[in-house]
């Protein structure tokens, strides 16, 4: 998702507290790398004196590493992985899974299939920040940070959908809420629209059969 159109920057682009992240994911690869799935930030930049010059991260990365899916909140802090890491491990490929996770400006929380998985209290940096939005990456869907993409990992190993960006946390009642309206009805988008996100990428387009070549 491009910052700007026509030279007009988009304030929306930016993912602020309190937000919510909801996709369905189906992994092909249990054994690669960090495995980005929506991403804003996570580049390193140089910190101030505050930090000792160190590079820090800010933004947010929702992801696959090898046999787990992660939530990470980025906050600048000196040690780029210092904050607590959400985790959902022994996954299984050619599996659907549905993933939300959330952040309502203290609480990082992540849900698979409309149950609760696991949640922490965001790390606290030298400004007393908990979280530090990314004001210069572009939001980035199956693949890592922008500058450069192999330093926050490679293109994702599987298959997205319906991917959503909320602009509050949203609780457990409407996350299983959007489950079940996939497993037991034709209701999906519905669903999710009804709860008013930011985005709604719904990833049905048909699959690539050509790649254009380079040279034309």
């Not at 409309?114 to 990456?137: E, K």
């Amino acid at each position: 998702v491009p910052r700007t159109t026509n030279g007009v920057f988009n304030p929306a682009t930016t993912i602020q507290a309190p937000f919510t992240i909801e996709l369905w994911a189906m992994t092909t690869n249990l054994t690669a790398g960090l495995r980005p799935m929506v991403t804003q930030g996570r580049s390193s930049v140089m910190g101030d004196a505050s930090i000792g010059y160190n590079n820090a991260f800010a933004g947010f990365g929702l992801g696959q590493y090898q046999g787990f899916f992660y939530f990470q909140l980025y906050c600048t802090n000196a040690n780029a992985n210092g904050g607590p890491e959400l985790d959902m491990k022994n996954i299984a490929i050619n599996t659907w899974y549905h993933i939300a996770v959330t952040f309502d400006g203290t609480t990082e929380t992540m849900y698979s299939n409309g149950v609760y998985v696991t949640s922490a209290t965001a790390s606290i940096n030298t400004a007393g920040l908990r979280y530090v939005p990314d004001l210069v990456n572009p939001l980035i869907i199956g693949s890592g940070n922008a500058v450069p993409t192999g330093s926050g990992g490679t293109e994702w190993s599987g298959v997205l959908s319906e991917v959503a960006i909320y602009p509050t946390a949203l609780d457990q009642t409407h996350i299983a809420n959007h489950y079940a309206a996939a497993t037991t009805s034709d209701n999906y988008a519905a669903a999710v629209q009804a709860d008013s996100p930011s985005y709604f990428f719904r990833m049905n387009e048909p699959a690539l059969t050509s790649y254009p070549s380079p040279s034309s």
